[in-house]
């Protein structure tokens, strides 16, 4: 025993003998508020160079862990990927966390979330509006919406749950590749059945406001400062963007990668999302590489919350080395 804790337990007996010889005690604080039984809002702010940055968080998808989540590797070796991040070895924690970037003349979202309509599947996301309330930020005042691809989890907030236009004031603005590949009749015939939910949905969103969606060519810059890259393979236009303002850089690479510990830690694992699973891997060392090499501070939707951070290269992959909160912009 230490001095220390022998010093208190010696005070607490006298305390204690104090009390059953009748002597009134101290009044002692108890925690007589009831536990709030809550989180706190999902929003986290930070700079780069001159253009602010809200992170907003639209909850998570605990997916249940089974064989076919990582294709090209086996269950018991996922599992310990999660065991030794202090993860559960039967659900992957999938959070989802959006972008907005103030310019200074201009609001630009990237990526909408789940619109709040994916509660059945994920019943702790929908997160989105309620946080983007918290963070002070108006839809209204939202001046442009660019895409990273066309799964649910990214295109659904373009509507609110009513099927009206989430950010009414703002332009939708999606990969060229993306729109062909998902819009096209021929090859919504030719998919598997797993991926026919995510070609309905992309008609759902997009049919009736298809006069409105302007497609980009991934490789240019889509305003002041945001350049958007050609990232494909988790899905066929999936699109990567960059930020700069001054001497900064800030890199988003969307879903090149799932849960970190899983994707970044083992860069050559392909996720059942991963619609052209080499592919994906490519893209995904190439998006570490240059996070790594350039010291970019690297957003991934899919990681833990506030979801940005820095990669080192290890011996057999990347390590994801997440950024401190701080609380000063
Ligand atoms: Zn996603």
């Known amino acids: 025993m230490t001095e220390l804790s022998r010093r208190h337990l010696l005070a607490g007996t006298a305390l204690a003998a104090a009390g059953a010889a009748g002597f009134a005690l101290p009044q002692v604080a108890t925690a007589a508020a009831p536990q709030s039984g809550q989180q706190g809002p999902g929003f986290y702010r930070f700079k780069v ?120 004031n703002a332009s939708i603005n999606v990969p060229e590749p ?37 497609r980009f060519a991934p490789g240019k810059e889509v305003e002041p400062g945001i350049m958007s890259i050609a990232a494909h393979g988790h899905t066929p236009g999936h699109t990567a963007f960059s930020v700069h303002s001054g001497n900064k850089s800030f890199l988003y690479i969307a879903d090149a990668t799932n849960n970190p510990w899983l994707f970044v830690r083992n860069p050559t694992w392909q996720a059942i999302f991963d619609a052209d699973g080499n592919k994906a891997a490519e893209t995904r060392k190439m998006l570490l590489d240059r996070a790594a090499a350039d010291k970019m501070l690297t957003h991934g939707y899919h990681w833990p919350f506030p979801a940005s951070g820095y990669i080192t290269r290890t011996a057999s992959g990347y390590e994801l080395v997440p950024k401190m909160w701080s609380p000063t912009l």
């Open 49 to 168: 160079g001159d253009y602010e940055v809200t992170a907003v968080n639209d909850g998570t998808w605990y997916r249940k862990l089974d064989a076919s989540f990582v294709r090209n590797a086996e269950l018991p070796d996922v599992q310990k990927a999660l065991e030794a991040a202090f993860l559960p070895t039967d659900v992957v924690p999938i959070p989802f966390t959006t972008l907005l970037i103030n310019t200074g003349s201009k609001l630009v979202a990237l990526d909408t979330g789940t619109g709040g309509v994916l509660t059945g599947m994920a019943p702790q996301s929908g997160t989105y509006a309620a946080n983007l309330a918290a963070a002070g930020i108006d839809p209204k005042t939202v001046d442009a919406i660019y895409i990273s691809h066309f799964h649910p989890d990214h295109i659904n907030g373009i509507k609110g749950k009513d099927g009206g236009l989430f950010f009414p």
């Open 178 to 214: 993306e729109w062909a590949f998902w819009m096209d009749d021929g090859n919504m015939s030719r998919a598997p059945e797993a991926a026919q939910g995510s070609f309905k949905n992309a008609r759902r969103v997009f049919d009736d406001i298809a006069g409105k969606v302007q």
